[in-house]
């Protein structure tokens, strides 16, 4: 393929949540176009009216942006094309490429109940494809099949499974308009994809079948075909296809579960693709690296420890102010005091060494934005006095400094100093598991810590 020529799209449905096997999708699509300097476009293919939401249009655009997946031109909205979409179907009609097909009902089910019984799969068996129109019965509307070949074989050379051959006998004249006029999904979608200029598809294998109906519809109107890459579903940790009894489905989930969105990307991307034993790689990487060649066949587990793993490793690389902001968001952050929000950025870098999602992070960030309840200690009055007085006198309150200084004087007053750590952990925090007590003293700042301190020498 030439750099540039590449047009790639994502075509979800706007009837729920952004799933995260279609966000695989966007992302292999989205990368492949990148790669190749090309065009990564959107549709909404919303013509199931009934179905389709402005909620879960939001829920798309939101999803992909979080993602950080861009696309490159308005997206399209399949229904503002519906009528043009059947006006071709009739081209193909006037073409003899297609037919007005006037069984009803109960003579379609008369068909598959007599294939059936005779052992053959359940089609339309042609009976309108070379009758005379004039036949046709007035209180049946129509709907157009397309004139499928009859003989020979339909071959798929797929960018992922390889070569696919289908027998034609085996696809059935297939309806391009319904009888209410309106296009079928078949249609619809051939017609964007040529008139979007789509260069290349890779979805998921469930699509498979439809992919040789698709190539029918392309040949009949004389149109290029794009090339087609057929990934296997993500499955679950038990190696079945992914659903609900997994658990989360949706993008919006896993950002509520506090994963990074670079995590997600990361994964998502090892879930049918890979480069060599890479297991950290992030998106310019990716863009730099992507090829179909290294797409798999075999369908992936999403593994729900290794993700939280990742993501504990992007937890730990993110920007502090970046993470900030974020905290803030899932901490209802307006209505903190800015004395804990500074004390929040001061502990973010040891807040982020100990946790791996967003949510263990608002936890453990709460040792700042509470209020501490102390308690008078009887036993180590005298160690926490003098550790207090040598605070008190200390010239810099950094990090740095508060560890080589606090190490200095355990070693100077022979006093263990896992002993000053523990005391100072549950002075400061009333917790066991806290960031490092260097952390917290900055984090807190002086005048905090010491009173905290002194609260309970009083």
Known sequence: MSKGSVVTRFAPSPTGFLHIGGARTALFNWLLARHCGGKFLLRIEDTDQERSTEEAVAAIFNGLKWLGI????EPVFQSSQLQHHVELAESLVKAGKAYRCYCSEEELEAMRSEAKSAGRAPRYNRKWRDRDPKDAPIEVEPVIRLKTPLDGS??????????????NDQLDDMILVRSDGSPTFMLSVVVDDHEMGITH?????????????????????????????????????????????????????????????????????????????????SMKQAIEWFSTENLGKSASRLDFSKLTNLNGY??????????????????GGDELPEEKKLRLSRGMSGLKQRAKTMLELRDLATIYTEDLITEKV???????????????????????????????FSSNKNIPFGKIAQSLRSILTGRKVTPSIFDMLVAFGREESLSRINSVLM
């Open 314 to 331: 992007y937890m730990r690389a993110a920007n502090n102010d970046r993470l900030l902001i974020d905290l803030l968001r899932i901490m």
């Open 201 to 281: 598809v890779i979805r998921g294998d469930d699509h498979l079948t439809n992919t040789f109906r698709h190539m029918q519809i392309f040949n009949a109107f004389g149109w290029d075909i794009p090339w087609y890459g057929h990934i296997p579903l993500i499955h679950g940790p038990d190696g079945a296809k992914l659903s609900k009894r997994h658990g989360a489905l949706g993008i919006d989930a896993y950002r509520n579960m506090g994963y990074l969105p670079e995590a997600i990307c990361n994964s998502l991307l090892r879930l049918g693709w890979s480069h060599g034993d890479d297991e950290i790689i």
């Open 378 to 408: 009887e036993n180590g009055r005298d160690i926490l006095r003098a550790v207090s007085e040598f605070l008190e006198s200390l010239e810099g309150w950094t990090e740095e400094k508060l560890e080589k200084s606090l190490r200095e």
């Open 154 to 167: 339909t071959t798929l050379h797929d960018i992922v499974q390889g070569e696919v051959t289908v027998l």
């Open 70 to 73: 861009d696309w490159d031109e």
